[in-house]
């Protein structure tokens, strides 16, 4: 079955780097499209970058220039590398596919279809 298991979260102090990691198994990772999602508390989920098959990425402009997607797909594993933490960039980060493939363009504003179970990530 297929698993998504996040990793690397943690406390920082404001200006830090973090880099998540999405273990992915029971599927072909290379084959699709994959996703970095975030939910502060008392606030709605809200998708920051996709990465598709062929490497080509999307990002919501608040994270532009602070997050970087990447895949290695010999390793099955999708990256969220963040730098300059701020406090606003608190809450549990969450990694997802989409199976849609084909003509779908990757984008976090599509519905994904598995989701691992979130890495929490406090700035301070």
């Known amino acids: 079955h297929v698993q998504l298991v996040e990793s690397g979260g943690g406390s920082v102090q404001a200006g830090g780097s973090l880099r998540l990691s999405c273990a992915a198994s029971g599927y072909t990772f290379t084959t699709y499209c994959v996703g970095w999602f975030r939910q502060a508390p008392g606030k709605e989920r809200e998708g920051i970058a996709s990465i598709d098959n062929d490497g080509s990425t999307t990002y919501i402009d608040s994270v532009k220039g602070r997050f970087t997607i990447s895949r290695d797909n010999a390793k099955n594993t999708l990256y969220l590398q963040i730098v300059s933490l701020k406090p606003e960039d608190t809450a549990m980060y969450y990694c997802?596919?989409?199976?849609?493939?084909?003509?779908?363009?990757?984008?976090?504003?599509?519905?994904?279809?598995?989701w691992g179970q979130g890495t929490q990530v406090t700035v301070s």
């Open positions: 997802a596919t989409d199976f849609s493939g084909g003509s779908f363009m990757c984008h976090t504003s599509r519905p994904f279809d598995d």
